[in-house]
């Protein structure tokens, strides 16, 4: 977060969620072979 921080307007929103499934377009790999 102090990062990403400067205190002004514009500073916006981080959303974290969970994920369920991954799939790497490219090679087709899913799962965590796609991470």
Same mark, same amino acid.
């Given at each position: %977060? =102090?990062?990403a921080?400067?205190?002004r307007i514009g #500073? $916006? =929103?981080i959303f974290v969620?969970?994920?369920e /499934? *991954? *799939?790497r377009i %490219?090679? $087709? /790999?899913? $799962?965590? #072979?796609a991470i």
């Amino acid at each position: %977060r =102090k990062a990403a921080q400067t205190g002004r307007i514009g #500073d $916006g =929103k981080i959303f974290v969620s969970n994920i369920e /499934e *991954v *799939v790497r377009i %490219r090679t $087709g /790999e899913t $799962g965590i #072979d796609a991470i």
